[in-house]
Each structure stands twice: as C-alpha cells, then as structure tokens.
C-alpha cells in the first residue's frame, strides 16, 4: 500500500501566511504588583514562553535563567510545551525568580 504525502497549507498549517493562529494564546503573567498579556503557541516550549514573559514585564532577556513561571504552585519546566500544562486563554502565570544557589565566589 502507498501513501502519499499531501501538504495541508489550511489555518494552523505549517506554510500559510497566518501559521499558528488558531494555536495562539494570550496568558496573564503577574510579576510584582503588574500583570501583564503574553501571546505564545500551544507548541511553544516554556523557554519560549518564559523569555516572552522576561520581556513583556520589562526584565533583562540576558539573566532568563534568574527566571522561572509558576501556575499556581508549580514550578513550569522549561524544557516542556505550554500544551503539557492546563495552560488555556487567560491563565495567570507568575514570574518569580529562581532560589539562589551558593555559587562559587571568583576573586
């Protein structure tokens, strides 16, 4: 039996001038006393959403791994998708920054 690889360009498609709208969400992060809206894809990875939200709050890109995202009182794994969590339209996020380690003191 042969198959055959059809290439489906409709909305939510790779390859069509609006890719990934119908996969678009916008979720509240909350860092201090602000709130703020962030766009991410379902697909995305929480680093993708974590360096978004560093940005939207007006934090420094370069220190994201000072970083993490909680939904409620769990700590969001960067290394999955946004879609592994119950992350729909609307859920409030928070950025908090990560526990300190003792690092090594360079003199």
């Known amino acids: 039996m042969k198959t055959e690889n059809v290439k489906n360009d409709g909305p939510g498609h790779q390859g069509g001038p609006g890719q990934g709208q119908d996969n678009l969400i916008t979720v509240q992060v909350r860092y201090q006393s602000d709130t703020v809206p962030v766009k991410i894809n379902v697909n995305a990875s929480i680093s993708a959403l974590l360096a978004k939200a560093i940005e939207a709050t007006g934090n420094?890109?370069?220190?994201?791994?000072?970083?993490?995202?909680?939904?409620?009182?769990?700590?969001?794994?960067?290394?999955?998708?946004?879609?592994?969590?119950?992350?729909?339209?609307?859920?409030?996020?928070?950025?908090?920054?990560?526990?300190?380690?003792?690092?090594?003191l360079k003199v």
């Open 60 to 104: 420094d890109p370069s220190q994201n791994d000072r970083f993490q995202l909680k939904l409620g009182s769990t700590v969001l794994d960067p290394h999955k998708k946004v879609n592994d969590y119950p992350i729909s339209e609307g859920t409030l996020l928070t950025l908090c920054l990560t526990a300190g380690g003792g690092g090594a």
